[in-house]
């Protein structure tokens, strides 16, 4: 099965950007839809973009559209999470997920992704 590890997290100020990282052993990614989710404290757990196995289709929560970009590359066996203009609502735990899916596939559902990061904490203070 296939490991997944976030790195990137860290404290800045809103409007700031960072980028976090999944970085995959065990399996090749190339076979996985990958999502990041957040969680914030006292929240529940939330979608917030996906990206399908070969990088053609992403889908982005409402929330973070035109601001957030995922990106793969599947020969570095990494996806990335690239957060722009970072909001003070943005701070959470970030995680990275997977599910192996079929080509073009992607999902918004949590209970799709079987594989899952330890999570990497994101704060962004006003």
């Known amino acids: 099965q296939v490991q997944l590890v976030e790195s990137g997290g860290g404290s800045v100020q809103a409007g700031d950007s960072l980028r976090l990282s999944c970085a995959a052993s065990?399996?090749?990614?190339?076979?996985?839809?990958v999502a990041w989710f957040r969680q914030a404290p006292g929240k529940e757990r939330e979608f917030v973009g996906c990206?399908?196995?070969?990088?053609?289709?992403?889908e982005y929560a409402d929330s973070v559209k035109g601001r957030f970009i995922i990106s793969r590359d599947n020969a570095q066996n990494t996806v990335w999470l690239q957060i722009n203009r970072l909001k003070p609502e943005d701070t959470a735990v970030y995680y990275c997920a997977g599910f192996f899916g079929v080509t073009g596939e992607v999902s918004r559902n949590v209970g799709r992704y079987l594989y899952w990061g330890q999570g990497t904490q994101v704060t962004a203070s006003s």
């Open positions: 065990g399996r090749s990614l190339s076979a996985y839809v």
């Open positions: 990206i399908s196995r070969g990088g053609t289709v992403t």
